[in-house]
Structures are given as C-alpha cells and as structure tokens.
C-alpha cells in the first residue's frame, strides 16, 4: 500500500516524458514567455530525463511546413527520445502510433509539455486524462500565441484533472533528494538553465570552501 506522500508527489519511477511540437515555426508565435526561457526550460526537462533514464517521446506538427522543425536540443540532450512522426493530426493523441509509444512504457504518470499551449498542450492532456494517465503540465515549458489563451487553457486542463506544475518544481520533485551522486548535475541543469543566480551560488560556495582548505587569498593589513 502506498503512503499518502506517494500518492502525491511524483514517483520518477512511473514517469513519461511527452515533448510535443517545440517547434522552431511555432516558437515565432509565442507572446506569454519569453522564447529564450522556454528554449532553456525545454532543454532542462531533456536533461533531467536523461540523467533519471525517464521515456521521453516527441512529436511535431507537419515539420516540413511552416510550423518548422524540433528544436534540435530536444534529441541532443535526450538521445534515447522516441520520436513519432504524425500524418497532420493537430492533437498528437489522434495518431495511433504515439498513444501505442506511450502505452508501451507501462507507465501512467505523463509529464507533458507543448507548443502551443491550448492547443498541443491542451488536446492530448485532456484524452490522456479521460484515458486514466495522471498528468502534470509543465506550464513554463510550453508556450501560447496570448497570455489570454494560456490563462484559459489552465482553467481548462485543472478542470479536467491535470496538475500544473513548472520545471523547477517538477525536475525538483523527480529528483528527491541532494544525498544522491549525482546531485551536481541537478545543481548545473538550474543554474544553466533556469536560474542563472545559482551559479552565483555555487561559485561562492565553493569559495569559502577554497578559503577554508587553503586560507584567505586577501590579507590586510593588520588594524592598530
């Protein structure tokens, strides 16, 4: 029997990772966040699933049209990402192939994120709910053409029974804990990717560690 606390929060265990039409044609769209802090988000979610072995599968809307290709740090930072072409179905949960991708990981906690937001966000979160997945939209790596239509969506996919969460939070969750060997990299992904300031940290972390082993680089003179 699972805890209360299980049943909760997000066991990394039971996790896939959808990454649906980050487009590169898409991202001219975007108006409710900056596209250079979704580029870094989306990068982040891709990291964080190849450093816990999480099933990533993604998807793009007619890429070989105006809404452009993936952007290409998806597949670099998660090489083992499944990639399921559709046949112009809008809603990536109309192509067969995808839903079959996701069934195949056996299992039933989704972490979705999409471009544009009401649309390839909101369609497959809404099916993969009504098909008994519990969902966690990654509200920050996802984009939308007007904060109105995201405002919107959220109420809608709440509705619906959908989490919405943002990267820091859910790559937080996953990650449980900072006792682990590979806490570093956790810590870099932050820091290069959503919050610069914990570079800063970092850095005048290992300073003091610096002047604790090796002493103090700057000696004053002594006060009379």
Known sequence: MSTPQEQVMINPKDVTMLLIDHQSGLFNLVQDIPVADLRRNVSALAKVATLLKLPVITTASVPDGP?????????????????????????????????????????????IAATLTSVC???????????????????????????????????????A?????????VISEMQQTWNRPDALEYANIFADHMMPGYRLLM?????????AVHGRETVLDAQG
């Open 67 to 111: 809404n452009g290709p993936l952007i290409p740090e998806i597949h670099n930072y998660a090489p083992h990402a499944r990639y399921v072409a559709r046949q112009g179905q809008i809603n990536a949960w109309d192509m067969p192939a995808f839903v079959q991708a996701i069934e195949e990981t056996g299992r039933k906690t989704l972490v």
């Open 161 to 169: 029974g959908a989490v919405p969460i943002d990267t820091l939070a």
């Open 121 to 159: 966000l909101a369609f497959p979160t809404i099916c993969a709910l009504a098909a008994g997945y519990k969902v966690y939209a990654v509200v920050d790596a996802c984009g939308n053409w007007s904060k109105m239509a995201t405002d919107l969506t959220l109420a809608r996919i709440t509705q």
């Open 203 to 211: 850095e005048s972390y290992d300073k003091a560690q610096s002047v």
